[in-house]
């Protein structure tokens, strides 16, 4: 049994969840966002309530129901208020800007690193702060996870790309380890 899977989503005001054969649309102020159902899960609407039920008592169903719960929730807290991932860029020199439809970054090679931002996501650049943000959890996570794997925060002096909040641990390095011995 699924403790996530069991939960019925409230649908707030002003959203609008349809259930269509094989997939689920929700409509809000941020947009509109669809996903393609597995066959192994039902989902139902009632009284502004969206409760999803495995079909069969399988292990793929089982797994699926949390899962496909947990998609539905992050789609409807979406279209309502957006997800935000920060990254903070820290280093001599290193630096982005907006261009258009591209995230233009310098970060120490020879050439600037260019980046296409994807449809549906906004992004904002204000000093060393990186804002993603926009309706769909997993694609505002993936492209903020793709802008830090450019330049991951190195564990001597922490420059690169990290995400605000995030702690680097700091290595001694060979002066503190030399003296040590």
Known sequence: ???????????????????????????????????????????????????????SNTRVAQ??????????????????????????????????????????LALGFSHPVIVGVPEGITVAVEKNIVSVSGADKEKVGQFAASVRALKKPEPYKGKGIRYEGEVVRQKQGKKAAAAAA
């Open 1 to 55: 049994m699924s403790r996530i899977g069991k939960k019925t989503i409230p649908i707030p005001q002003g959203t609008d969840v349809s259930v269509g054969k094989s997939e689920i649309t929700v409509k809000g102020k941020g947009g509109t966002l669809t996903r393609q159902l597995h066959p192994s899960i039902a989902v139902t609407i009632t009284d502004g309530v969206v409760s999803v039920a495995p079909n």
């Open 63 to 104: 797994a699926l129901w949390g899962t496909f719960s947990a998609h539905i929730n992050n789609m409807v807290a979406g279209v309502n208020t957006p997800f935000v991932k920060k990254l903070q860029i820290e280093g001599i020199g290193y630096r982005a800007e907006l261009s258009g439809k591209n995230l233009k």
